[in-house]
């Protein structure tokens, strides 16, 4: 097989296992457990009984979600709203935060982990807004992702957030477990569950399912001991009274 095959087999063969997927999803299984619903009605569902579901990272523009939202990598929403406030007092946009000594940003995220690495990356992504986008926060996923510390992930908050056009789903750690629980993907990785998402959920509600997975991991499909019993969907999840071990990381990674 040459190298130009294989990918393409390779490829072939990853469609056809995500095609399988998305139809098995909707399917009764024949070992009685009970089948997953179809997506779109179980996240109406979720939708109405998290209305308030929204990014809960403090921010004032563009500029401010970005930073906030490159900062919020393994810190929580309220870590990162707890630093922001003093340092967009002080660096309020990207050509300020440019110019800025990277010894006074660190201390003004020291509170969040990896703070030394954070600090560097927003004085350079900054410098970078400034150098390409006259210190303005693109709109585009390719300008975006070519911004240092900034992801697919990253540039999805930004872009369904503030500009409400995401070009694909944000999976984090609820979206991850919640989905595997209910039945709507099969994978583990977030990029194939980002796939998953973007076939079976409306283009219309790829921001806002993220936002009422995350509530809804939040409030009650907690990652240890979710709350079966108070949970508007646990008629059609596939995991109710037995989702512990489901969509959870292996302990060896867990931090
Ligand atoms: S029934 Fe349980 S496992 Fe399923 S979504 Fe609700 S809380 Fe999570």
Redesign the pocket.
């Known amino acids: 097989m040459s190298a130009i095959e294989k990918p393409a087999r390779a490829a072939k063969k990853a469609a056809a296992k995500i095609a399988a997927v998305v139809e098995k999803g909707v399917r009764p299984k024949r070992s009685g457990r009970r089948p997953p619903a179809p997506v779109v009605a179980t996240l109406e569902r979720l939708k109405a009984a998290h209305p308030d579901a929204h990014c809960e990272l403090v921010h004032r523009d563009a500029f401010q979600l970005l930073i906030a939202t490159v900062l919020s990598a393994q810190s929580t929403d309220v870590g990162v709203n707890k630093a922001t406030p003093a340092l967009f007092a002080k660096w309020p946009d990207a050509r300020a935060l440019a110019a800025a000594p990277v010894e006074e940003v660190e201390r003004a995220v020291a509170t969040l982990g990896m703070f030394r690495q954070k600090a560097r990356r927003i004085v350079e992504l900054s410098r970078l807004l400034v150098e390409r986008h006259r210190g303005a926060v693109p709109d585009r996923l390719e300008d975006l992702v070519k911004l240092p510390g900034v992801g697919r992930k990253t540039a999805n908050v930004v872009l369904g957030v503030w500009w409400g056009r995401p070009e694909g789903v944000v999976v984090d750690t609820h979206v991850q477990r ?1 989905t595997q ?2 039945g709507w993907t099969k994978h583990t990785e977030p990029e194939d569950i980002e796939v998953d998402l973007m076939k079976k959920v409306p283009k219309e509600d790829w921001d806002a399912v993220a936002h009422v997975l995350i509530f809804h991991g939040r409030r ?2 907690l990652a240890q001991r ?3 019993q108070g ?1 508007p ?2 008629d059609v ?1 596939p ?2 009274f037995r ?1 512990e071990n489901v969509g959870r990381k292996p302990s060896r990674v867990r931090t």
């Open positions: 919640i629980r209910l009650i499909c979710p709350n079966c949970c969907v646990n999840c995991s109710a989702a």
